[in-house]
């Protein structure tokens, strides 16, 4: 364990969102092994709602939203507040916030806003997937590439309506997770008392995903 990090608080928590099919799980996997490489005990959470479809062979009803959202967060909180075998980073694989935007694209449900924001308060660094993959079909879970560019602004909303940072995240293959790094270290730096580079998330103000074509590597300013 890093003692930078410290074991008696809970463990930092790096959320990775964004729409369908724009590699989320990936860039989870990878992260958490380049994490673990670095020498810190790292942990991924899954997406709980890829494990309610496998078990039920559908999709949630309306009325099954809200119990995943709060299983996808409590997940999150038991792997951070871990004792037996606490951790210093866990990687979530998407928050509850994605089931919130997804039930007010689908049900026009909005109700899941203020609890799944509320959890998403919790991540100390938030990855903004891009919506710059090839989508790839995947069984029940996706809809089609057509709701990508709704489901990205609905997301971008929540994020910035409520105050929330995030880095957005682009580019092919180890371009992705490169980029994803510099944003961890750059929240590293952060934490430091006198930090010595100034952190600005990528379209974290505008939310316009033109801004992002210059990439997530190339946007720390001093």
């Given at each position: ?6 074991a008696?608080?809970p ?17 989870a ?16 959470i899954?997406e709980y ?12 009803r ?8 709060a ?7 038991a ?21 919130a935007?997804y039930s ?7 109700s ?6 509320a959890?998403?308060?919790q991540?100390d660094?938030t990855?903004?997937?891009?919506t710059?993959l ?6 029940l879970?996706?809809?089609?590439p057509q ?15 409520a ?6 995240i682009a580019?092919?293959g ?7 790094w510099a ?15 100034r952190?600005n998330h990528v379209c974290g ?6 801004c ?5 590597a ?5």
């Amino acid at each position: 364990m890093n003692p930078g990090l410290g074991a008696a608080r809970p463990a930092a928590l790096i959320a990775i969102v964004g729409a369908e099919s724009c590699g989320k799980s990936t860039l989870a996997r990878t992260l958490t092994a380049r994490l673990r490489a670095d020498g810190l005990e790292a942990v991924c959470i899954d997406e709980y709602l890829r494990e309610f479809c496998e078990q039920h062979g559908r999709t949630p009803r309306p009325d099954e939203q809200a119990a995943i959202a709060a299983e996808q967060s409590r997940r999150i909180a038991a792997a951070r507040h871990a004792r037996l075998l606490p951790v210093d980073v866990v990687v979530a694989d998407t928050t509850a916030l994605m089931t919130a935007v997804y039930s007010e694209m689908i049900f026009g449900d909005r109700s899941l806003h203020e609890a799944a924001l509320a959890a998403h308060r919790q991540a100390d660094l938030t990855l903004l997937m891009a919506t710059d993959l090839p989508w790839v079909a995947d069984g029940l879970q996706r809809d089609g590439p057509q709701v990508r560019a709704p489901v990205d602004r609905l997301l971008r909303g929540l994020l910035l309506g409520a105050g929330l940072g995030f880095s957005v995240i682009a580019g092919q293959g180890e371009v992705r997770l490169q980029a994803a790094w510099a944003a961890w270290q750059a929240w590293q730096r952060s934490r430091g008392p006198k930090p010595k580079i100034r952190w600005n998330h990528v379209c974290g103000r505008c939310g316009d995903p033109a801004c992002e074509r210059h990439g997530l590597a190339r946007s720390a300013h001093t």
